[in-house]
T-cell receptor, first 109, second 120 residues
Framework: EIVLTQSPDTLSLSPGEGATLSCRAN???????LAWYQQIPGQAPRLLIY???SRTTDIPDRFSGSGSGTDFTLTISRLEPEDFAVYYC??????????FGGGTKVEIK | QVQLVQSGTEVKKPGASVKVSCKAS????????ISWVRQAPGQGFEWIGW????????NYPQKLQGRVTMSTDTSTNTAYLELRNLRSDDTAVYYC?????????????WGQGTLITVSS
């Protein structure tokens, strides 16, 4: 099973600041099959990024994904009030066993 | 627009079964798959399986094989999740999510979630 470890658990930031979220896999994702989701409490998740760096439709360009192999990053360039949420990474390199990271909470400082 | 609308909250006793529905609209149902994902209270996500709405192929994680069945009804554009022999650690919000038609990958639209509580 591919295990994804996200860090930090919590980021305390102010609106306008940038955020850098990390997702590390215990096995190499040779195809960089990694997605990122945003979940606002009480809501269903929203897909932000797939293929490590491709933004989905309607996602603002302040969100960007990068990385390859075992280390991946979600960057939010300037936090807007609606960006304070929990973010999860998910791998689909192993389609028989899709797995998620434990999440990073981005909270208002 | 793409929508996935799930059935309502369920409360079940240990050992019982539950069946959750997920009605799709706004896209060609048989051109995609449906994955089911659950989230225990205060926890992260666990993928619990995928079904193709084209050919009804399924893929379940080994942990749940024997207790889970996914199905689709293309006449009503509805996917179903059945979970049997419920245990307290099955308590979670269950989400359906649109996925690829040939295998599970990532999820671009999600249902609103169905809370299933298992308690004696």
């Amino acid at each position: 099973e591919i295990v994804l470890t996200q860090s930090p658990d919590t980021l305390s930031l102010s609106p306008g600041e940038g955020a850098t979220l990390s997702c590390r896999a215990n096995q190499r994702l040779s195809n960089n099959y990694l997605a990122w989701y945003q979940q606002i409490p009480g809501q269903a998740p929203r897909l932000l990024i797939y293929g490590a760096s491709s933004r989905t439709t309607d996602i603002p360009d302040r969100f960007s994904g990068s990385g390859s192999g075992t280390d991946f990053t979600l960057t939010i360039s300037r936090l807007e009030p609606e960006d304070f949420a929990v973010y999860y990474c998910q791998q689909y390199e192993s389609s028989s066993r899709l797995t998620f990271g434990g999440g990073t909470k981005v909270e208002i400082k | 627009q793409v929508q996935l609308v799930q059935s309502g909250t369920e409360v079940k006793k240990p050992g019982a079964s539950v069946k959750v529905s997920c009605k799709a609209s706004g896209y060609t149902f048989s051109s995609y798959g449906i994955s089911w994902v659950r989230q225990a209270p205060g926890q992260g996500f666990e993928w619990i399986g995928w079904i193709s709405a084209l050919n009804t192929n399924t893929n379940y994680p080994q942990k749940l094989q024997g207790r889970v069945t996914m199905s689709t009804d293309t006449s009503t554009n509805t996917a179903y999740l059945e979970l049997r022999n419920l245990r307290s650690d099955d308590t979670a919000v269950y989400y359906c999510a649109r996925d690829e038609v040939l295998l599970g990958i990532y999820f671009d639209y999600w249902g609103q979630g169905t809370l299933i509580t298992v308690s004696s």
